[in-house]
């Protein structure tokens, strides 16, 4: 089956620094990819749509400066906190599908701690 | 507003007995609905998508209902094994692309 990948799997920064996270489809070209953000024992939350070639459409509360998004080809997206805070400090996942309608292929998520 | 419930946060049963986890939504019409299990510390996994036009799907030991005039899908595992502990999230597709997640249903089968 198709594969997503995410890198780093775990991640710890200081207050204030860019954490970059790399989302990777290997086996199939994905125009679209999503980023969710999972708070402990919480659901999954949308926080942005990454289109290739085209900037990415943020869900409403999530700060476009704070999280920037690239997706620069039709297999990696990647995602920038910025300016790094502990309330920032979460678990990232992001995931692509090879077509509608179909299920999601997930990366295995990137823990961001932030002291 | 728009909702998806999964009716508890954690169900514990015992081996061999049949789990069935319940996603209840409000203000929706989703054309699909999807099935995902989650482990700790990992991406989610899917398991099972069933359309709207389908009363039910199979694999193997599940099952998925779907009924879009109550806007409920239920999910079994038949034979539970303490390897099918792990939490359960129902996501609709609302022809959006993304998916919209429930809050997740943690199972643990107990030896």
């Known amino acids: 089956g198709a594969v997503v990948s995410q890198h780093p799997s775990w991640v710890i920064c200081k207050s204030g620094t860019s954490v970059k996270i790399e989302c990777r489809s290997l086996d199939f070209q994905a125009t679209t990819m999503f980023w969710y953000r999972q708070f402990p024992k919480q659901s999954l939350m949308l926080m942005a749509t990454?289109?290739?070639?085209?900037?990415?459409?943020?869900e409403q509360g999530v700060e476009k400066d704070k999280f920037l998004i690239n997706h620069a080809s039709l297999t990696l997206s990647t995602l920038t906190v910025t300016s790094a805070h502990p309330e920032d400090s979460s678990f990232y996942i992001c995931s692509a599908r090879e077509g509608l309608p179909g299920e999601l292929f997930f990366g295995e998520g990137s823990r961001l701690t932030v002291l | 507003s728009q909702k998806i419930e999964q009716n508890s946060e954690a169900l514990n049963i015992q081996e061999g007995k049949t789990a069935t986890l319940t996603c209840n939504y409000t203000?929706?019409?989703?054309?699909?609905l999807q099935w995902y299990r989650q482990d700790p510390g990992r991406g989610p996994v899917f398991l099972l998508l069933i359309r709207e036009n389908e009363k039910e799907k199979r694999k193997e030991r599940l099952k998925v209902t779907f009924d879009t005039t109550l806007k409920q899908s239920l999910f079994h595992i038949t034979a539970s094994q303490p390897a099918d502990s792990a939490t359960y999230l129902c996501a609709l597709d609302t022809g959006r692309r993304a998916l919209t997640f429930g809050s997740g249903t943690r199972l643990q089968v107990q030896p």
């Open positions: 990454s289109n290739e070639g085209s900037k990415a459409t943020y």
């Open positions: 203000n929706y019409s989703p054309a699909y």
